[in-house]
């Protein structure tokens, strides 16, 4: 009965159908197929015409590894033994093919075939790569180098080794730059794409004509063409964002770090010295001699800020390493520890230096160019992509991280008035419950400042009321904070709950005084003259709206406000259903601080509901670039006199804007949206959202 049982579930058993995946994935196999058959044509071949042993020597143990690698993949399910030794031979092998050319090879069909099938195998793995990526079947995930580009390239090195010192050092260069290539596509560099084709004309038209090599064009073009085309690709559609995109870098601890200047120094020291050996050729000296000591001279003092901006930028990382690490909880990420202490200030200042040093490559190559010397051309080819990479990761960091933000909180727990204005104290019994009340608001805005990395000046509670004079002083104090590297916040965050005059949303202090909001208007122009910060007012009071409404005709600074409603028209401190003062903070900040909370601020009926409003010219806002003097302060902290001269041309540079027309249009469309399509969740790119009922 058994039997039959099992013989019933099998014939009822249907067929498995073949899906999308393994269609391209048979695809993905076919191109490795066809490579391996293209090799071994094309070395058969190359026995068959030179009558060379050791080709044939070769040959024979590249089957007998691949034999190997077949063994360990099936017999023993050792994938990544056997895939590390197949991808470490196809590189070598396919170096051997490169360089093992001659013109007897142009009439062989043998040849003819297995250059076919090279040209077939980079064919189909690009379409691989292409199918894979529409159909979103491959996840991208933050490395440098995957193990197989990494052993292709080894293996494409170790193939050079066949040929003369000098050549075999100019090809191992040329491997290098191709891997520091692909590393500048994988991580977007700015300057990525010009960086590829300098690479592929410098290689195709002059390198290998340099060293005296006429390598076979089908085995080249398939070996770059199988390592390049998913960085390029993934230029378009990788998915990951900057900061996850530059993990292996941000991720690497101190010591790590800091080492990794040692060979970009000797491989910038390298690059100078064969550019110096141009001063060997003396056909125009009159005109090379001057023009390597003068931009020479430039290179020098540009590169010594590279290493110095670099070094300075370890640092840096390293403190928001440790701050990080030492939270107790990992609820905030390491780009929130990192915008908190000004890392995208410093990283959009560094990314005009090492601007300067790519510039300064560029024209050192120019006036020392050389022809004929494959030292200078992969030295060439090896320093412009790092230098990318660096500059693509200041670039990086300067437009993905928020910017720093302070915030103050004021609470006064008076919830009547007398007929005069002045708020009075509440009775004796009702103190209590109020206090708990202001007390578990200001822990509210204390895990906001928190959880946003928001550095607190001040959280003050006072239940006697505040005189106008201490108000405008703490203000003062509050509003001329700046960061530790000198500039300014970008936000400023007041949060204000107490009593406020109906009518007007006045904020009611002690002995019948009031602070309006042109007075604190005027007290933000006053200090915030001459720079780009914005301020933020979140209002739990009774009569917020006017101060909402009003601020939506100020024009020339960048003020919003956050206010709420509360369904009484007077708050009742005894318990019951009625909403109290408090209650929208509450709210608010479990919307602003958990990505996981069920709060519907356009449900209707609600008890509290929120209002913003924001200046005219709030969408103008972009977080705060660099001014001259802020680069001057930056240059006199970390760089020697001597290079001042550079602080006038960065900013001369850098200060160019030629698309300011497409600016004005851009600037008039956010604004007409903004103000006749106000979104209900405003996103303030500081992590805090105001919202809107």
Not at 270 to 280: D, N, P, S, T
């Amino acid at each position: 009965m058994a039997h039959e049982e099992d013989e019933e579930e099998l014939a009822v058993e249907e067929p498995k159908k073949v899906d999308m995946f393994t269609s391209v994935r048979c695809l993905g196999y076919l191109s490795s197929v066809n490579l391996l058959v293209a090799i071994c044509v094309g070395m058969y071949a190359r026995w068959e015409v030179t009558s060379e042993p050791m080709i044939l020597v070769i040959f024979i143990l590249g089957l007998f590894v691949l034999g190997i690698a077949s063994i360990l993949y099936y017999y023993f399910a050792m994938e990544k033994a056997s895939l590390s030794l197949f991808h470490l031979w196809c590189g070598f092998l396919l170096g051997l093919l490169c360089f093992l050319n001659s013109s007897s090879l142009n009439s062989n069909v043998k040849e003819l075939v297995a250059n076919y099938l090279l040209l077939a195998s980079v064919i189909m793995k690009t379409v691989w790569a292409l199918t894979e990526r529409i159909c979103s079947s491959i996840r991208n995930k933050p490395t440098l180098l995957t193990s197989t580009e990494l052993l292709e390239l080894l293996g494409f090195g170790i193939a050079s080794t066949a040929m003369l010192l000098h050549k075999s050092v100019a090809i191992v260069g040329l491997v290098v730059a191709l891997g520091a290539l692909i590393v500048d596509l994988r991580m977007k560099s700015l300057l990525a794409l010009p960086n590829l084709v300098s690479f592929a004309l410098v290689t195709s038209l002059v390198f290998f004509q340099a060293l005296g090599i006429t390598a076979n064009p089908y085995a080249l073009g398939c070996y770059m063409g199988r390592l390049l085309c998913e960085p390029v690709l993934d230029v378009y559609f990788s998915g990951l964002g900057p900061s996850e995109r530059w993990t292996p870098v941000l991720s690497l601890g101190t010591v790590w770090r800091r080492l990794s200047l040692l060979p970009l120094s000797l491989t910038e020291l390298a690059f100078f010295v064969v550019a110096a050996l141009k001063l060997g050729h003396l056909e125009l000296w009159y005109l090379v001699i001057p023009g390597f000591c003068l931009f020479g001279l430039f290179w020098f003092i540009c590169h010594i800020i590279l290493l110095m901006t670099i070094w300075g930028f370890h640092t840096k990382l390293s403190e928001c390493q440790r701050a990080w690490q030492s939270q107790r909880s990992r609820s905030r990420s390491l780009n929130q520890v990192m915008a908190s202490r000004g890392i995208r200030h410093f990283c959009l200042i560094s990314e005009r230096l090492v601007f300067f040093s790519m510039l300064s490559t560029v024209i050192l190559g120019a006036v020392s160019w050389q022809p004929s010397s494959g030292l200078f051309l992969c030295a060439l080819l090896v320093v412009l992509p790092l230098e990318s990479l660096t500059h693509g990761l200041f670039h990086e960091l300067g437009s993905c991280l928020g910017g720093t933000c302070v915030g103050y909180a004021l609470v006064i727990p008076t919830a009547y008035s007398s007929s005069d204005g002045q708020p009075t104290l509440l009775p004796p019994e009702q103190v209590q419950q109020l206090n708990m009340r202001s007390t578990g608001m200001l822990n509210n805005v204390q895990r906001l400042f928190s959880h946003h990395m928001i550095q607190t000046f001040g959280c003050d509670y006072s239940t006697s009321g505040v005189t106008l004079e201490a108000m405008q002083t703490k203000l003062r104090s509050f509003l001329e904070l700046r960061t530790e590297d000198g500039p300014r916040h970008d936000t400023y965050l007041i949060f204000y709950s107490g009593h406020t005059h109906k009518g007007t949303g006045a904020w009611a202090l002690a002995g019948g005084e009031s602070v309006h909001m042109a007075q604190l208007l005027e007290l933000w122009k006053e200090k915030n003259a001459g720079h780009f910060s914005r301020l933020i007012l979140v209002l739990d009071t009774e009569n917020s709206l006017p101060w909402v409404k009003d601020i939506r005709r100020v024009d020339g600074v960048y003020v919003a406000v956050q206010g709420a409603e509360l369904s009484a028209a007077r708050v009742d401190p005894e318990p019951g259903d009625v909403p109290l003062l408090g209650d929208f903070t509450a709210e608010w900040v479990e919307f602003n601080c958990n990505p996981d909370s069920d709060t519907q601020w356009s449900e209707k009926g609600r008890n509290v509901t929120a209002a913003y409003g924001v200046s005219k010219r709030w969408s103008d806002y972009t977080l705060h670039l660099p001014t001259g003097s802020d680069v001057a302060k930056h240059w006199k902290t970390h760089f020697p006199k001597a290079t001042y001269p550079m602080v006038h041309l960065s900013n001369w540079c850098c200060g160019l804007n030629l698309f300011w027309v497409c600016s004005v249009f851009l600037r008039c469309f956010r604004r007409c949206k903004l103000a006749w399509f106000p979104p209900a969740v405003l996103d303030t790119g500081q992590g805090i959202k105001l919202v809107h009922s």
